[in-house]
């Protein structure tokens, strides 16, 4: 039914219920009962549903540039049995609140912000999708399954993300910077850009997928200016990239794919079992260096009266690890070369092809 007002004086009761209204209301102590459940509507107002599955078309006045807050959405529907939530909006999400639940729920959005310090969890699936900008994750996702789908990049800065299952799909390139990722099992796909993992974590228990199908996968380290004995120095913080222990595929920990490059600069990529590396275009291994200094001696003469600084000089490198606790590791290119520099490879074997 659809129409500007809706009043519902005895309520409604079937297996799908689809309202498309300005305004709904039912009568007092009446409820809107389905298994499925659709309300399109342009304001937030409280309503007795009782729906396993709730589909919440949200549209507002606001100018769409307007980020939408979603303080007290959720209270205003009271849901017994409710299995997962889609709340669907043409606008831009900024989440600023923690929000836990025993049901799955789905953001779908035209360009969202998850704020640093906000915690979303549930026992079910998270499910973040934007339709035209980007899906920012600042902050911390648990849950049985997490679900993210970018119309144009995923960024992730210093967010968590822990689950059984993780698929992460971007269209223009998914950028991992210093955040982590731990799945038992999951996916990560960017179809146009590259997908960089600079000074992050992203482990797989049993076994991980990433393919950024036409551009690089590049693990990334960060240097940091410090001072060793009065000096200035360098130190470094790689990313890592690690498969699991292959369980229920074939002994595979980790499978990665770029259709350019995969580029290790002084990071980690592996799996605790086998893992395979295919670079269309390439692998590269980098290695990060700087010279520092690593002693300094006074030495003083015999009267002491006389003393002078001994400084000796060295070079501190961040190699590229490619290492399988378990396994072997499987480095190809079909159309390009594998170009290592002070890399270390670490396991029972690994087969390098060009």
């Not at 606008?91 to 915690?119: P, R």
């Not at 074939?250 to 990529?269: C, D, P, Q, R």
Request: proline residues 2%.
């Amino acid at each position: 039914m659809s129409a500007n007002y809706v009043y519902l004086a005895d309520g409604v009761d079937a297996n799908t219920v689809i309202i498309n209204a300005d305004l709904v209301e039912v009568g007092d102590g009446k409820k809107i009962r389905g298994e499925n459940v659709a309300l399109i509507i342009p304001n937030i107002k409280p309503l007795d549903v009782d729906a396993h599955h709730l589909y919440l078309k949200y549209e507002t006045a606001d100018n769409e540039q307007q980020l939408l807050r979603l303080e007290g959405q959720w209270q205003a529907f009271k849901c017994d049995d409710l299995e997962s939530v889609f709340y669907d909006t043409n606008h831009a999400l900024e989440i600023g609140q923690d929000f836990n639940a025993s049901w799955s729920y789905f953001y779908k959005c035209t360009e969202m912000k998850v704020l640093k310090g906000v915690l979303l969890s549930s026992d079910g699936t998270v499910g973040l999708i934007t339709t035209k900008g980007d899906l920012v994750i600042a902050g911390k996702i648990v849950a049985e399954t997490v679900v993210e789908d970018s119309a144009d990049k995923i960024k992730q800065h210093d967010g968590q993300i822990k689950a059984h299952k993780g698929f992460f799909h971007a269209r223009n390139g998914i950028e991992l910077n210093r955040g982590n990722v731990q799945l038992d099992e999951g996916a990560i796909v960017s179809d146009y850009g590259n997908i960089d993992v600079i000074a992050g974590n992203v482990k797989f228990k049993h076994f991980g997928y990433v393919d950024a199908q036409r551009g690089d996968v590049h693990a990334k380290c960060l240097s940091h200016d410090v001072i060793t004995n009065g000096e200035p120095d360098k130190s470094y913080e790689g990313g890592v990239i690690e498969g699991g222990d292959g369980k229920g595929h074939n002994g595979t920990g980790l499978y990665m794919h770029a259709g350019n490059k995969v580029i290790n600069e002084g990071s980690t990529i592996g799996a605790d079992a086998d893992y395979i590396i295919d670079g269309d275009r390439g692998v590269e291994g980098i290695a990060q260096y700087n010279p520092y200094c690593y002693k300094d001696d006074v030495k003083h003469s015999w009267l002491g009266l006389l003393s002078k600084h001994e400084k000796v000089y060295t070079v501190r490198i961040q190699p590229p690890q490619f290492k399988s606790n378990n396994g072997t590791g499987y480095i190809r290119s079909k159309h390009g070369k594998i170009d290592m520099t002070c890399a270390v490879f670490s396991g029972h074997k690994t087969f390098i092809f060009s």
